[in-house]
Structures are given as C-alpha cells and as structure tokens.
C-alpha cells in the first residue's frame, strides 16, 4: 500500500493552523498513524488508530480521517513543532510510510 | 523509564554481514512483539522485521527475505537482526521498536535511538 502526504514541504509561523493530508492507495479502515521526528532522532509516536493521540502528546496535534483520507491538524503551532511528519498504514504487511511532510519555520 | 538501545552497527564492505543487536530496559520485554526499521539517508522509514513473544513466529520485508534473520533472547532482554549478503542499498540508520497491540494493529510507541549500518567498498 502506497501512502502519498501533502504537502512535502511546509513554511508556517509560531501560532499557525496547520494541516498534513495522507492518502492510501487503497482502503485502510482506521490503521493509520501519524510520527513527528527530528533530525538525527528516532520517530515518535503522535497518533494511533487514526484520530487517538498517544499517551503524553500534546492536544494540540490531532488526527482524523479513515479509509483513503486523513489528516493531522496542529492547532496552533509551538517551537517544538518544527520537524519532519509522517503517516504509516497499519493495515497490511508490509506497514509503509508516507515520504514524509517537512516543516518549517517561515 | 522504557528505554531501547540498539549496537553493532558499523561500516561493512558488499556481501559482508553485521548482526545488530536492542537491548531493552524498563519494561517486561517478554511480553512484546519487536520490530525492525530502518532509515536510509534523506528518506522515509521503512518497515524491517518483526518477532513475536516467544520467537516462534518471525516476518520480513520482500527486500530482505532470505538474508536477514531476527532472533530474540528473553532472558538477556534483548532482540537481534543479523544481516548477511549486504548490499549498498541495506546502508540506513537501523532503528528497534516496542510495538503494542489496538485494534489488531501493532503500534511502534518506544523507539531505540538507531544504530547505523554503511554498505561500501
């Protein structure tokens, strides 16, 4: 299964509303997940089940969707934001990512 | 404190092999699955292997199959995957994960902090 994110690249200010979309190539159900890694860092879990935020993960950042379409909202954007997004379906082997959304300061 | 700590990676010259080790502290290891990643430069992560509880069941990438082995030691809290035949392509950060069962899918949610393996001449 093919994950495509939009946009590859994102410019946003400190308090901004942000939205990353995700889309399999086919049908997932609920098995997506969203991680936000930094560089030279580990991916880190923010999303599961496509809209449930793990545990310690600011609610600022939520997710939603299902099947072919999903999205990952930061609500009002924090210095820490800043890094690089990815989705991963989790509903056939083998799991895939997405390329990735890289964000930036403007 | 959960924490994951992966060894053995290093500079290997075409068809050379590596085994990489995760030690795992802070959780009753033997009570999950674990996962493989990896993470060549600049790109995604891509899905390895994976092991079950006790060792018994075991996965791989079609990009690995055949050549990579993963193995766990539940009295020494730790997972292995030996990578023979490597190939320039096999150069990445490789990274263990915890995984936790939701809905039958299986969740990374603690990660190592990766251990990088360079495929060249």
């Known amino acids: 299964i093919q994950l495509t994110q939009s946009p590859s690249s994102l410019s946003a200010s400190v308090g901004d509303r942000v939205t990353i979309t995700c889309r399999p190539s086919q049908a997932i159900n609920n098995y997506l997940a969203w991680y936000q890694q930094k560089p030279g860092k580990a991916p880190k879990l923010l999303i599961f089940?496509?809209?449930t935020l793990q545990s310690g993960v600011p609610s600022r950042f939520s997710g939603s969707g299902s099947e072919t379409d999903f999205t990952l909202t930061i609500s009002s954007l924090q210095p820490e934001d800043f890094a690089t997004y990815y989705c991963?379906?989790?509903?056939?082997?083998?799991?895939?990512f997405g390329q990735g959304t890289k964000l930036d300061i403007k | 404190e959960v924490q994951l700590v992966e060894s053995g990676g290093g500079l290997v010259q075409p068809g050379g092999s590596l085994r990489l080790s995760c030690t795992a502290s802070?959780?009753?290891?033997?009570?999950?699955?674990m996962h493989w990643f990896r993470q060549a430069p600049g790109k995604g992560p891509v899905w390895v292997s994976r092991i079950n509880t006790i060792g018994t069941i075991t996965n791989y990438a079609d990009s690995v199959e055949g050549r990579f082995t993963i193995s766990r030691d539940n009295a020494q809290n730790t997972v292995y995957l030996l990578a023979t035949s490597l190939r320039a392509e096999d150069t990445a950060v490789y990274y263990c994960?915890?995984?936790?069962?939701?809905?039958?899918?299986?969740?990374?949610?603690?990660w190592g902090q990766g251990t990088p393996v360079t495929v060249s001449s």
């Open positions: 089940a496509a809209s």
């Open positions: 991963q379906q989790l509903n056939s082997y083998p799991y895939t």
């Open positions: 994960a915890r995984v936790f069962y939701y809905q039958r899918s299986a969740y990374p949610d603690y």
């Open positions: 802070g959780f009753t290891f033997s009570n999950y699955w």
